[in-house]
């Protein structure tokens, strides 16, 4: 079992397909961290003891050593929710961006997950509002998992609220899905303009019973896309297409798939495999 989804059962309490192995999962801080000093750097932090964090450091522990499994020690202390040893680790030199595990970083996780006061903390020490794991970023996942405060704090630390993903999903689209359609209006009001007209088809798509406050919201959502210009009623969609890759980006996701080192099932190969269908879909 991967890694990110152990931690997505742990930290979301998920539904996700084998939660129920996470028992047996290696989340020891032994079978992470085979060196020994960065597991004594770790076991500092989770148990808070700040000065010998700072001593392991001094003595040249790197605080970003990678575990054999890809999670660093900054995320396995912030999975004992040490908020202390998390800090400490942060102003000692913890990069809160470190990928592991196909992408995934801290702030990812956080920002799905249930104490906006570690998202809070990730974010104030340099952490990126706009990162991007399993097609969505930050603020989407926020919104997927219905984490209205560390939706706030993304926005207040500069995440980008029109951030789409490759078939033009958004925050927005998905709390439409939803049928958080109070939201939909927060973020029209924030300043969401992107792909209106997909925004009003994705609002229409569950019915929603009349005198019901949840069906005055989407109304009040759908007047207001009404006011900046989308026509109604609406004409038939459109086909998805996605935007085309960076000629330079595709070059090197097909370097690393030449050389075997492009995971099946990484969003980097999702994203070549999209590339070359809208490659036949084109006649190219």
Known sequence: MKVAAIIGCILLVSSMMGCNQVNSAPMSIEDNFTNPRVAALVRAAVNGNISEVKNYIAEGVSVNSPGSHGVTPLMFVLMSRNKQGARALLELGADPN????DGYTAVWFWSGADDPEILE????HGGNPNVWAEDKNALMFAVRQSRWENFDLLLKHGADINGASYVHSTAAIYAAHMDAFDK???????????RLIDLARSLSLTPVAPDTENYRWREKALRMLEARGVPFPLPPPAAIIPEPMDPKFRAELEALEKSGSLQPGSRGQKLLDQE????KQQGR
Do not use: A, I, K, S
Not at 98 to 101: A, E, G, L, N, T
Not at 121 to 124: H, S
Not at 184 to 194: A, I, P, Q, S
């Open 121 to 124: 903390l990730l974010l104030t």
């Open 184 to 194: 939909v209006v927060m973020m029209l009001e924030r300043g969401y303009n992107y």
């Open 98 to 101: 470190q990928p592991f595990d």
């Open 276 to 279: 070359r269908e809208r490659d």
